[in-house]
């Protein structure tokens, strides 16, 4: 497509349910990254993804969150038992293969995510 | 562990002024230095970045940023503000062998004031 598309673009979840966001990368970009902008904390890293690779966790903030991305392109961020602190816009970004000059990372929309 | 520090969290501007964002980070060599604009209810959207070579780059919409390593930092500027460059900017870090996973910092929310 002609950018990164997220969706759904608004979800309101009633605590304790899980919850299910989708990004569609740029075609052709191998490297996926999702991102959490909250007003307490700005915009956070939370996991990225490159290529077949195992994927770099390291910024999900607790084992209710997780994510795949199936077939080098869809990837799929899932907040289980969620949380009202949960609440936040959901980036997903998306480039070519980072190199030694470094790639541009597209950003979508983002997914507004509500907890009530 | 990288940071960025943004130490301007609002700026008002009068239409046709000039501009400067303040951006400073903390990490162990050079990073990849990025800005982007965020306008209410959109994603983020590139301005400029930095890998290497000459330190004043330039951007869309009119922006340039000046890397300076000696203080660490990465300013913003434009010589004439647009009452559309109202919206929120972030300056963020990636470095080497990261993924060009990004840092961020909490952002500056410029008004343009007509």
């Known amino acids: 497509g002609a950018g990164v598309s997220q969706s759904p673009s608004n979800k309101v979840t009633e605590k304790g349910k899980d919850v299910e966001l989708r990004c569609d990368p740029i075609?052709?970009?191998?490297?996926l990254y999702w991102y959490r902008q909250s007003l307490g904390q700005g915009l956070e890293f939370l996991i990225y993804?490159?290529?077949?690779?195992?994927?770099?966790k390291s910024g999900l903030p607790s084992d209710r969150f997780s994510a795949e991305r199936t077939g080098g392109s869809v990837s799929t961020l899932t907040i289980q038992r969620t949380q009202q602190e949960d609440s936040a816009v959901y980036l997903c970004?998306?480039?070519?293969?980072?190199?030694?000059?470094?790639?541009?990372?597209?950003f979508g929309q983002g997914t507004r995510l509500t907890v009530v | 562990a990288q940071s960025v520090t943004q130490p301007d969290i609002h700026i008002t501007v009068s239409e046709g002024a000039s501009l400067e964002l303040r951006c400073n980070y903390s990490?162990?060599?050079?990073?990849?230095l990025f800005w982007y604009v965020q306008s209410p209810g959109q994603g983020l959207q590139l301005l400029l970045k930095?890998?290497?070579?000459?330190?004043l780059v330039q951007g869309i919409k009119g922006f340039e940023a000046e890397f300076k390593r000696s203080q660490s930092s990465f300013n913003l500027r434009k010589p004439s503000v647009h009452w559309s460059d109202a919206a929120e900017y972030f300056c963020?870090?990636?470095?080497?062998?990261?993924?060009?996973?990004?840092?961020f910092g909490t952002g500056t929310q410029l008004k343009v004031e007509l």
């Open positions: 970004a998306s480039s070519l293969r980072p190199g030694a000059g470094g790639t541009e990372a597209f």
């Open positions: 075609s052709g970009h191998t490297a």
């Open positions: 993804f490159q290529g077949n690779s195992a994927p770099d």
């Open positions: 990490y162990g060599a050079t990073p990849y």
């Open positions: 930095y890998f290497s070579g000459d330190t």
């Open positions: 963020a870090v990636a470095f080497t062998g990261g993924g060009n996973k990004l840092t």
